[in-house]
């Protein structure tokens, strides 16, 4: 089963996001960037269906400028077995990436599109989705657990109040949401071995995909400031507040 | 579990400036006398390179003019010549300007963030074919059976907090090398058990340090002036208390503005986090400041000893470069030019060495240092710190203009240094201390800052800040010195809290902004600071 995972690189989730000082979007220059934390418990799945056997070839895609490779290299270090970048300028949209991803997986004839449940960066939550969708094939979104038996995945997703698990006939797509598992610290030598392993070049242009970008953002804007909390002495005083300062009861 | 060796001629541990300009001089003498076959790593405890690097900074760019001539092409970050030097005495009410001190006049310096110089320094090294290799902490070092170092370990991953491997766990890889060049700045934690190990510091007088507290603003641009560098000493400590402040308008509206403090500080109620808040509301500091927006916080200690406290370089199988052998200049508040230098020494040695396939136990490092340009300007420098140390501001401002001007450096004695941690006052005998709340707009709470470090560390790991001896906090350091560690950390790292048998310290070492203030100031040398597995710790961005 050949099996393509996405990779995304985005700010690293310990940074302070900053926005831009004219509002068209957030400060990315100098800024620690790192791998999608869900698309590195995607990748993680990913290498141990390889380790158990099920999966025969791993390939790793990411949609980027060239600062992408380092994505891509950690990927490989991880246990990707090839890893290709379709170049992009950054930021690409959920639609545009779906599409590359579906024509990437087409190409390549894959049995599984493992993906991350959402990006950290814009949090759209979309792509796994748009992808299934344009590939016409069914999707586990959210998944916490995976089971691949007889050309078939079931799929334990994280819905609201439980639990809901899904069977589907592969190929299809899942996205990975927190729990599926942890991943893998990265050994130094896989990753002095992962900077000398080629790194496939593809183009949206080659694979006939259209980029313009189909959302217009208008505004970026930090998040009003929350006041500070105050420290009340005891219940009547916490009563009082909450009755005639914040009327919620 | 058995560990992984990896073979490198040349293992560098710290991706800092001296740590790249070794990697880069001895690529750049691999190619020019068709050696190509030098491998050199890098190995950086940050998660990349420049995330851990802090600094003022005014850089004095010689040894960049040195290693690449034509930096300026080759779109350097060094962008903003210092053009505007002040020197303030500042008073609680007012301010006195100073004439500027030689050692302080900043003409042909670059104003702007070390952490940028060394993400381009990396990007030079690794295009001369050097390996870098972030995320990963040299945590140990290997010795040959002759008692040479004969290489590094990496720290292992996925420990559990008792030290016992958890699922996730990877064991550490061991580099071996011909030479391992340690260049992990002030106080780095494999280069102290080597300066023990080989008793390197055994001609040397103490080392004695500082820390410096910084933060970066975004300023209004009517208020932006480029090149502006403002030093500044008195207020807000005594005069007995050695340290000052600094601000540096840079490019993109930015603005460094820090507090360095000698960490010989005596009073164990001084908070060095709360004198550099305090610092920013005087007049003089306040009107750079007001209608910014702060962007980031960090901390981090530097050698302040110079050439008396400065170790011996070699040892068998390495040497240590830069601020890991205390080469920063105190007088002139710069490191970045000796560390950079140092690291080249070190790589004209080793090359010369491994090129000849030499026979000899030394590469003649120590003499090498001697003879460079960096001597003598430590040389010149040295009787400023001690001098201050000794006879407190206005001494040592004295001292300092009859040194500098009427002997020119030349003084026919060396001042000694003295072990910061032995200085401290029981709190019995100190004064006590009020600080003022923070505003929220020049003045801010711990926390707040430590959150704009960036930093970060698994909790599901051995703890890196070890205690020698666990009662010693309790009833040494609580019982005599009130806890100073509560104080004098600039990351909220140490509380005391009161638990079933009494107080207790605890360590929220996740907030560790790697500064090594604790390791230094500990008034029992009771707290050991090693590595974290790699990639965690503080992401300064533009420091």
Request: aromatic fraction near 6%; glycine fraction near 10%; include cysteine.
């Amino acid at each position: 089963m050949k099996v393509l995972v996405g990779v995304k690189r985005v700010i690293d989730y310990n940074v302070n996001i900053r926005v831009k000082a004219d509002g068209t979007g957030v400060e990315t220059e100098n800024v620690r960037m790192s791998t999608n934390p869900f698309d590195e418990i995607a990748l993680e799945e990913a290498v141990r269906l390889k380790e158990a056997g099920i999966c025969s070839e791993l390939v790793a895609v990411t949609v980027g400028d060239e600062a992408s490779q380092e994505t891509l290299r950690g990927a490989l270090a991880m246990g990707a077995d090839r890893a290709i970048r379709v170049h992009a300028e950054m930021p690409p949209q959920p639609l545009n990436v779906a599409a590359l991803l579906a024509a990437i997986a087409r190409e390549e004839a894959v049995d599984l599109v493992l993906l991350g449940k959402q990006a950290i960066d814009d949090d759209a939550n979309q792509t796994g989705q748009m992808t299934a969708a344009l590939l016409g094939w069914p999707q586990g979104t959210f998944a916490s657990e995976l089971t691949i038996e007889d050309g078939r995945a079931r799929v334990a997703r994280e819905i609201d109040g439980g639990q809901q698990t899904v069977e589907l006939e592969l190929p299809a797509v899942v996205t990975a949401d927190l729990r599926l598992n942890e991943p893998r610290f990265v050994k130094l030598p896989a990753m002095m071995k992962a900077k000398k392993r080629p790194i496939e070049e593809r183009t949206p242009e080659a694979l006939g995909i259209d980029m313009r970008p189909r959302v217009e953002r208008v505004e970026v804007s930090e998040p009003v400031p929350r006041e500070a909390g105050v420290r009340v002495a005891d219940v009547d005083e916490l009563l009082h507040k909450l009755r005639n300062e914040a009327g919620v009861i | 579990m058995e560990r992984e060796q990896i073979k490198m001629d040349v293992v560098i541990v710290g991706a800092g400036p001296s740590g790249l300009a070794a990697a880069i001089r001895l690529r750049q003498l691999a190619q020019d006398q068709g050696r190509d076959d030098l491998s050199v790593c890098v190995l950086e405890k940050g998660p990349e390179v420049g995330a851990h690097i802090l600094s003022g900074a005014v850089i004095d760019p010689r040894s960049l003019d040195e290693l690449i001539p034509d930096w300026r092409d080759l779109a350097a970050p060094l962008k903003t010549p210092a053009v505007d030097d002040h020197f303030l005495l500042l008073r609680e009410h007012g301010s006195l300007r100073l004439p500027i001190p030689r050692s302080l006049q900043n003409q042909g310096n670059y104003v702007g963030s070390l952490g940028h110089l060394c993400r381009w320094l990396g990007e030079q090294a690794e295009a001369l074919g050097v390996d870098i290799y972030p995320g990963f902490a040299a945590a140990e070092v290997l010795y040959d059976e002759q008692g040479s170092v004969r290489g590094v370990a990496t720290a292992d991953t996925g420990l559990q907090p008792d030290g016992t491997p958890g699922p996730q766990h990877e064991p550490g890889v061991e580099i071996v090398a011909g030479r391992t060049l340690l260049a992990e700045g002030c106080r780095g934690s494999l280069s102290q058990q080597v300066i023990a190990a080989y008793d390197l510091d055994r001609d040397a007088d103490p080392q004695t340090y500082g820390i410096g507290i910084k933060e970066v603003w975004e300023v209004g641009a009517e208020v932006h002036r480029p090149g502006t560098v403002v030093h500044t000493v008195g207020w807000p400590l005594d005069s007995r208390t050695y340290g000052g402040g600094f601000l540096y308008h840079f490019d993109e509206r930015r603005v460094s503005v820090g507090f360095v403090i000698g960490l010989d500080y005596a009073n164990p109620n001084l908070s060095p986090y709360q004198e550099m808040q305090r610092f920013k509301t005087h007049p003089e500091i306040r009107r750079h400041l007001e209608g910014g927006r702060r962007l980031s916080y960090g901390a981090r200690a530097l050698v302040e000893g110079g050439l008396q406290s400065c170790p011996k370089l070699e040892f068998p199988g390495g040497m240590l470069v830069g601020d890991a052998a205390g080469l920063l200049n105190v007088a002139r508040i710069k490191g970045t030019h000796t560390a950079m230098k140092s690291g080249m020494l070190a790589a004209d040695a080793v090359f010369a060495h491994w090129a000849n396939t030499s026979d000899s136990a030394t590469t003649g490092v120590d003499r090498a240092l001697v003879d460079s340009w960096i001597w003598p300007e430590l040389k010149r420098a040295r009787n400023i710190r001690p001098a201050f140390a000794r006879w407190g501001l206005w001494g040592g401002l004295a001292y300092a203009a009859a040194d500098t001007y009427l002997l020119g450096g030349r003084a026919p004695w060396t001042l000694a240094q003295h072990a910061d941690h032995e200085q401290m006052q029981k709190q019995s005998d100190a004064r006590p201390i009020e600080y003022p709340p923070p505003d929220g707009e020049i003045t801010f709470p711990l926390l707040s800052s430590v959150h704009l470090s960036n930093t970060n560390h698994d909790e599901n790991q051995p703890c890196h800040l070890r205690l020698r001896d666990s009662d010693v906090p309790i009833q040494v350091n609580l019982a005599d010195f009130g806890a100073p560690e509560t104080r004098y950390c600039p990351a909220g790292v140490y509380e005391i809290v009161d638990g079933h048998g009494g107080p207790r310290l605890q360590i929220n070492a996740a907030n560790c902004v790697h500064c090594k203030t604790c390791d230094i100031k500990d008034p029992t040398q009771n707290i050991q600071w090693v590595v974290p597995q790699g990639g965690e710790g503080p992401i300064y961005s533009e420091m």
